[in-house]
């Protein structure tokens, strides 16, 4: 029924509520309104002032029409009117307007502040709780400005009353959370500590979460406030239900105030003098004690608010972490709690269970409910149940109990709402790798992860697992075999197509002598999942292909095929063509030594700090992975290079950094190791005649198959060299070279099959230029370059003589430096 | 305290008070996301509920959800008794409060609940200091309306009176 005789009912407004409630449709809904809007913006328009009654009436109805979810532009004024009337009703509406709709019209700002001044000094108390109020819930930092140094002197004065003292208390609060800079506790700071022994509950109510929030940011300055709250709070726990007459909660005296003091007391450390101490452990186990005796009534209400309170305790006894007799009766009383029929406290026990079993107190109590534990995951109807459930399982991880977890938590996994998925997949790699013993066991588990929830699992995970793979011989046969079965299940994770073309492209020379795990069915294998893969998982893909062709010669005629087909070297794709072609070609002609070399074991990680912990923390917040995690991640393994397979072959070495400066004033070409092919022709032949002039294109493409080799050069050399292509040389531009510059070393080597292609691309590689026309013999190769060391800059020229019939070729190499002629020749006879 | 809700089973929202700075459409936003998420849930789950970095406490009163998000280390159980002490002093001030009142009266509804509740902190936990508060502010405007009706009575006796009695 509703009461509109209470106090001052506005009718208009009633009636305007009654028809919005009786439209039909939202069309007509926002018909009435607009003409209600139509309306008062006239009324307020008019030429007549509007009395009070009528002011309060419109602006209230605007409120409604506003809270309903519709804008309103206008009535702050006329709200803002209402503030200057000493009429109680009027004042309040118009406060609530201004504290509902927010305005930022400096303005009004101003007459708002004036008006609350005014309030403020009335000395009327109803009318500074008003005010008070109005700046608790806008908060905004003119208001701030504007009262932060009034307020403190209202809560502390002797003559202000009851209520507007806890008022002020939390006003404070508010301007201090949301401008803290310019609410200034320094003189104050003592007298609203007192304010802990006041004698009104309500004050102490209120200012004491003013003190907590002050005291977390200056701890020192409000240490006073921690004996005067532990006797108050013995005082209220040894109370009887009579005591405290309208602060007894349905026979539980005073719990909010008993939980906000048992919170304050969790800013500070345990206290120092011993008889505060003693009274605080006293009153902890009191409320322990409390818990086991019988209720006093059946509601609900009081068994959560004594609840309330046991829980707040435990928080504290928690946050000392220096008690083992009260944590070891916390960790029993919980778990009591986790087979209570409310929900609400099972829930609220498994919580808090997690914060204790990292306490080395209360760890081994704990771990001995892991059967219940584990029966809530299972059983649990509801979601956030079982979610508390799980992580109270990986909290109370440690060795002895790793392995049955981790397999309820798979388990779960399976049938896991989908929202928590990849938390949980993130916990289960984390613990498998923190307590493995045994690999062989780790790898499995991350396998059925993927399995499992392979959409959920990130990419740190299967990183890690590859990674560890990689620096741990004893595991890589297992780790080979087990993805080769889990590749042959029929509908198969893309993820596990990732982590099997892998490892198998590293390690499946560990089962190939096995007739079912032979090369073949390995590559026939991987290459039925090819086409239901995405870009990146391809891409992954060929590099093992090229792999396979290193580790097993007879399946290069059969991968070369697949490699020359349209639709690799045609993909429209650029990654991936490019590396169907350049591994094609890569596999005709490089040597077995070269190919071996480029494409050696994977060499160990370097240790780092594993990313699934800062993914997980990242995940949840900052409270979620401990201190202790964390560090022990720092401790633990490395971290995979996150990059893709072709920088990852030739991480181990360093890379040509480009040049910078152009010293000699010739013109820079791109730098050896350059950025992406241009993006015009999808179609390239890199080792085309056509090719050859276009230096720019051809030598990055070129520079990245022999990126490798280049490096090579550099890590035999053990100096960083920049190597410059020079183009258009003239032949006044060789002014490094004069005749008295020593001849290069002559060398014979024995011709090997040499293609001009390949040849080209060598001296390419080296970022020399190739110089046409130069050498009447067309069959010779003449270039120049100037080769950029630490030291200084050596311009050098290079003539290469093949002699088909003799099957050898001469190599004349000239530089400013002696002793370059000779290392550029000893290094490229290598090659040749 | 960061918000409370008051909506109905419909998703109508009947009181929104927010204890932290958020623009319109946030507010909106937000309202949206935790009113499908509440109403999602099944009678016999627990009262509580993560969302984001906060917790959503939340009961229903016959036709309404009550429904408030804090902070992630506070106390569970007392913000549901916090809940139940803002129902009680509804239910004594309308006198077996319904969500019409709360309709017909949302401006009373804000005044209970921040004579109850600053700035996202409970400031008086007595039932009786609370309501004895909104009964003196009521009281204001009765006694200045009673004053007023005298005073009318006053003039049309002196004025209009005796030309009655002729």
């Known amino acids: 029924m509703p009461a509109v005789s209470k106090g001052d009912g506005m009718r208009g407004l009633a009636v305007f509520i009654s028809d919005i409630r009786n439209c039909k449709s939202k069309e007509a809904e926002i018909k009435r309104i607009n003409k209600e809007l139509a309306n008062i913006r006239s009324k307020f328009k008019g030429d007549k002032a509007l009395d009070g009654y009528s002011k309060k009436k419109y602006v209230c109805k605007l409120l409604f029409i506003f809270l309903l979810g519709h804008d309103i532009d206008f009535g702050h004024m006329e709200a803002v009117n209402l503030l200057s009337s000493n009429k109680y009703t009027e004042k309040q509406i118009g406060y609530l307007f201004i504290s509902v709709l927010v305005n930022s019209n400096s303005e009004l700002i101003r007459l708002i502040n004036n008006a609350i001044k005014n309030d403020l000094s009335s000395r009327n108390p109803t009318f500074m709780c008003l005010a008070l109020h109005c700046i608790a819930n806008v908060g905004s930092r003119e208001m701030a400005e504007a009262f932060a140094g009034e307020i403190p002197r209202i809560l502390v004065a002797g003559d202000t009353m009851d209520s507007v003292k806890q008022s002020a208390a939390l006003c404070l609060l508010r301007l201090y959370k949301t401008s803290p800079d310019l609410v200034l506790m320094g003189e104050w700071t003592s007298r609203v500590v007192h304010l802990l022994n006041d004698q009104h509950m309500g004050v102490v109510t209120a200012a004491i979460s003013l003190i907590t929030c002050l005291s977390q940011k200056n701890p020192d300055e409000f240490k006073t406030c921690v004996s005067l709250a532990v006797s108050r709070l013995s005082r209220i726990v040894s109370s009887a239900s009579t005591d405290l007459q309208d602060y007894t909660y349905y026979f539980v005296p005073a719990p909010w105030l008993s939980c906000k003091l048992l919170r304050l007391l969790q800013c500070y450390p345990p206290p120092e003098d011993g008889a505060v101490k003693g009274r605080l452990v006293e009153c902890l186990e009191t409320i322990l004690n409390k818990a086991q005796e019988p209720p006093k009534s059946k509601k609900v209400q009081h068994s959560n608010a004594k609840n309330a309170i046991l829980f707040e305790a435990i928080s504290l006894i928690i946050h000392y972490d220096s008690e083992p007799n009260l944590l070891v009766r916390a960790c029993n009383q919980l778990g009591q709690f986790l087979q209570h029929r409310e929900t609400n406290l099972r829930y609220l026990a498994l919580e808090s269970m997690c914060t204790l079993a990292s306490s080395e107190f209360s760890h081994e109590a704990v771990k001995t409910h892991i059967e219940t534990v584990i029966n809530a995951l299972k059983t649990e109807r509801d979601v956030s149940v079982r979610q508390r459930a799980a992580d109270l399982l990986y909290a109370m991880c440690d060795r002895s109990n790793a392995k049955q977890i981790v397999a309820e938590m798979l388990s779960y996994l399976e049938t896991a709402d989908y929202s928590i998925r990849e938390e949980m997949v993130l916990k289960v790699a984390i613990l498998a790798e923190k307590y493995a013993v045994d690999y062989s066991w780790y790898v499995d588990t991350i396998l059925n992860l993927i399995r499992i929830a392979g959409d959920y699992v990130s990419e740190e995970v299967w990183y890690r697992v590859i990674q560890i793979v990689i620096n741990r011989d004893d595991v890589q046969g297992y780790a080979a075999k087990t993805v080769f079965e889990a590749l042959q299940a029929p509908a198969c994770h893309e993820n596990m197509v990732k982590v099997g073309g892998y490892i198998l492209g590293e390690f499946g020379n560990l089962i190939a002598g096995d007739p079912r795990s032979s090369p073949l069915v390995q590559f026939n294998l991987l290459h039925s999942k090819f086409h239901l893969c995405s870009v990146p998982t391809r891409a992954l893909l060929l590099s093992a292909y090229i792999k396979f062709i290193n580790l097993f010669p007879e399946t290069k005629s059969t991968i070369q095929e697949v490699l020359r087909s349209d639709s690799q070297i045609r993909n429209s794709d650029v990654e991936l063509q490019q590396r169907a072609v350049e591994y094609l070609k890569l596999s005709s002609i490089a040597s077995t030594d070269v190919l071996a070399t480029v494409l050696e074991e994977m060499p160990p990680f370097p240790e780092r700090e594993s990313s699934i912990l800062a993914k997980l923390k990242k995940k949840k917040g900052p409270g979620a992975v401990s201190v202790n995690e964390l560090e022990e991640g720092k401790r633990e393994g490395g971290e995979l290079n996150g990059g893709g397979e072709r920088g990852g072959d030739s991480s181990a070495i360093a890379s040509t950094p480009s040049p910078s400066a152009d010293l000699l004033g010739l013109r820079t070409g791109p730098p050896v190791t350059a950025a992406a092919p241009s993006t015009g022709s999808l179609l390239v032949d890199v080792f085309s005649e056509a090719g050859v002039n276009d230096d720019g294109f051809l030598s990055t493409q070129v520079s990245k198959i022999y990126n490798t080799v280049l490096v090579v050069f550099g890590y035999f050399n053990k100096k960083i060299l920049h190597i410059v292509p020079l183009n258009d040389l003239s032949e006044r531009e060789l002014v490094t070279i004069n005749e008295q510059t020593p001849q290069g070393v002559f060398v014979m080597a024995p011709f090997l099959k040499m293609f001009r292609a390949l040849t080209c691309t060598i001296l390419l590689g080296l970022g020399m230029a190739l110089l046409e026309n130069v050498d009447p013999n067309p069959e010779n190769f003449v270039c120049a370059g100037v080769i950029q060391t630490k030291a200084q800059q050596v311009g050098s020229l290079l003539r290469l003589e093949p002699n088909a019939q003799a099957q050898m070729y001469r190599l004349t190499v000239r530089s400013s430096k002696d002793t370059v002629s000779k290392r550029l020749c000893e290094l490229l006879a290598e090659q040749f | ?166």
Not at chain 2, 46 to 74: G, H, M, N, P, T
Not at chain 2, 137 to 148: G, K, P, S, W, Y
Not at chain 2, 152 to 157: K, M, P, R
Request: charged content about 25%.
């Open chain 2, 1 to 166: 305290m960061q918000f409370m809700l008051l909506f109905s089973r419909q998703g109508k929202l009947r009181l929104q008070k927010w204890y932290v700075p958020l623009s319109d459409t946030q507010k909106k936003k937000i309202s949206r996301e935790v009113i499908q998420m509440v109403l999602a849930r099944k009678p016999k789950m627990c009262s509580f509920l993560e969302w984001r970095d906060q917790k959503i406490v939340y009961k229903r009163y016959a036709s309404l959800y009550f429904c408030c998000a804090v902070e992630d280390q506070e106390n569970e159980l007392i913000t549901l008794e916090i809940i139940h002490r803002y129902v009680e002093l509804l239910d004594k001030y309308f006198g077996s409060v319904c969500e019409l009142d709360i309709i017909f009266n949302f401006e009373k509804a804000y005044y209970i609940l921040d004579e109850f509740i600053l700035g996202g902190e409970a400031q008086e936990t007595s039932k009786k200091i609370v309501l004895k508060a909104i009964e003196q502010a009521d009281m204001l405007q009765e006694v200045r309306n009673t004053h007023i009706a005298c005073l009318f009575v006053l003039v049309y006796e002196v004025t209009i009176g005796p030309f009655l009695s002729c």
